[in-house]
């Protein structure tokens, strides 16, 4: 690894991997119960766990994908740094869940602006946290 990367050693590489892994797995469970709630709540729809699981875990996926990409061009190609805004792709695709997820029409707005914070804010949050938690690894 140190052929590639000059200032990785084991423990941060393992350190980063314990962070990324954390970000995604709490996150999941954490966007399943708020999903769940916002679904119930402000949307006044009932939707089945199953469903909310599946909704959650794609979009997940999909947040892990940008994740990935934006890791290995940083290391390997000069980007510009528009490639960040990747994960804000996850916009379309909610917007276009609204059917899966039975929204009505006169929340759609509110529905892809909300999902989109939390697909975005609660896996950032859990990192950032990790980050305070792991002195050093900054």
Known sequence: MGYFFNDISLSRA???AIIEFVK????????????????TQVL???QPESRIKRFVGYNLGLYMLFDIVILIARYFYSVPGIVDFLPLLLAYVI????????????????YVVT???LFLAIPMAIQKLLYFLMPGVI
């Open 14 to 16: 393992l350190q980063e």
């Open 24 to 39: 995604f797995f709490g996150g999941f469970y954490a966007l399943v119960y708020v999903t769940k709630v916002f679904s």
């Open 44 to 46: 006044e729809v009932v």
């Open 95 to 110: 917007w276009n869940s609204q059917k899966y997820m039975e929204v009505p029409d006169q929340k759609s707005i509110l």
């Open 115 to 117: 999902m989109t914070v």
